[in-house]
Antibody, heavy 119, light 106 residues
Framework: EVQLVESGGGLVQPGGSLRLSCAASGFTFSNYWMSWVRQAPGKGLGWVANIKQDGSQKYYVDSVRGRFTISRDNVENSLYLQMNSLTVEDTAVYYC????????????WGRGTLVTVSS | SYELTQPPSVSVFPGQTASVTCSGDKLGNKYACWYQQKPGQSPLLVIFQDSKRPSGIPERFSGSNSGNTATLAINETQAMDEADYYCQSWDSNTGVFGGGTKLTVL
């Protein structure tokens, strides 16, 4: 059974940092692109970043580029999102999602971890 | 940056066909997929690569994509189909979501 379990969310002050983790199991993690997707309270979905199977390619939405860093550990079957210089606009549930590839979308999602940026 | 536009809401009577549209510049030249999200739940992929259904998704769900518009159709809509629906595509290796459509089953 495919499972994606996010952790690391919490309350952080503006300007602070947080590192999210996503533990993957039930599939060969190293075979898939992976993404982070977020959803602000009561709002729609927003793609954040993705990373290629071997970590050699990474892409970001404009609003986080330079502040967030996506990474992965194919030995530990884990995906990460280092978030720096956080603003209130980054407040959201952050989901880890597996990418089908070839433009196919995200076929498995975690339950998400809530990040709240507030003073 | 690339944008996808969806109607905020769509209403349908039970048993009728619901159609949700997603518009973007030359969207038909890209792949589109659709997600269903119910309150308190993670999104669920219901259509990928324009018209393919993942395992376990009822045949009532179908998709198409041409020109500037992708469409999700739900035949014989049931009360359980009431949810938010999001389209998604890719532009220059970055993901893009539509704003979402709330489907109400009357």
């Amino acid at each position: 059974e495919v499972q994606l379990v996010e952790s690391g969310g919490g309350l952080v002050q503006p300007g602070g940092s947080l590192r999210l983790s996503c533990a993957a199991s039930g599939f060969t993690f190293s075979n898939y692109w992976m993404s982070w997707v977020r959803q602000a309270p009561g709002k729609g979905l927003g793609w954040v970043a993705n990373i290629k199977q071997d970590g050699s390619q990474k892409y970001y939405v404009d609003s986080v580029r330079g502040r967030f860093t996506i990474s992965r550990d194919n030995v530990e079957n884990s995906l990460y999102l280092q978030m720096n210089s956080l603003t209130v606009e980054d407040t959201a549930v952050y989901y880890c999602a597996r990418d089908i590839g070839l433009g196919g979308g995200f076929d498995f999602w975690g339950r998400g971890t809530l990040v709240t940026v507030s003073s | 940056s690339y944008e996808l536009t969806q109607p905020p809401s769509v209403s349908v009577f039970p048993g009728q066909t619901a159609s949700v549209t997603c518009s973007g510049d030359k969207l038909g030249n890209k792949y589109a997929c659709w997600y269903q999200q119910k309150p308190g739940q993670s999104p669920l992929l219901v259509i990928f690569q324009d018209s393919k259904r993942p395992s376990g998704i009822p045949e009532r769900f179908s998709g198409s994509n041409s020109g500037n518009t992708a469409t999700l159709a739900i035949n014989e809509t049931q009360a359980m189909d009431e949810a938010d629906y999001y389209c998604q595509s890719w532009d220059s290796n970055t993901g893009v979501f539509g704003g979402g459509t709330k489907l109400t089953v009357l």
